[in-house]
């Protein structure tokens, strides 16, 4: 099995913690992470990949790769032409997508606010098993998240900065 993350992200969440870094957000997100990186290290090279190609090349399945891309387009995060020379593409113009943002449109705030051991009611006052562990590294992800944009991962990437497993080849 190929595990898909960008080593930057997960080092302060391995080990011990009570948190599996492999599988930080749900396939969705993690498609939609992995495929706009895709695209933008490939508008790099002033190319426009298809749903095909990324598909493939991020190791996802066709269809849904092509649901959540439809999604990502939609809410406008990614621009895309049909027909010949056509593709996915970043508009130079917009600003950079900002992690916090395409991972709150796909999951909503439970990925910064939620409880690790599920429940309804968890805090500093009244904390479940879990609480100790996970809120410093629920801040962790929410200040990470929140200073990344998908173009600067890429760009990392590109400039070989941090590794993206199988994608960079």
Known sequence: MVFWYFDEIFLPLSGKDLINPDYMFNKETEYALRGLVYIKLQNLKARRPGTVEIAKEIEAPPFFTAKILQ????????????????????????????????????????????????????????????????APIREKIKKFVSGESVQSLANKVHRKEIRMKKILK
């Open 71 to 134: 999604k990502l387009v939609r809410a406008g995060f990614v621009e895309s032409l049909k027909g010949k020379g056509g593709g996915f593409f970043f508009n130079p113009a917009k600003p950079d997508l900002q992690l916090e943002i395409l991972i709150s449109a796909i999951e909503g705030d439970r990925s910064y606010s939620g409880c690790a051991f599920g429940l309804k009611q968890c805090s500093d006052d009244n904390p479940c098993p879990m609480h100790e562990k996970y």
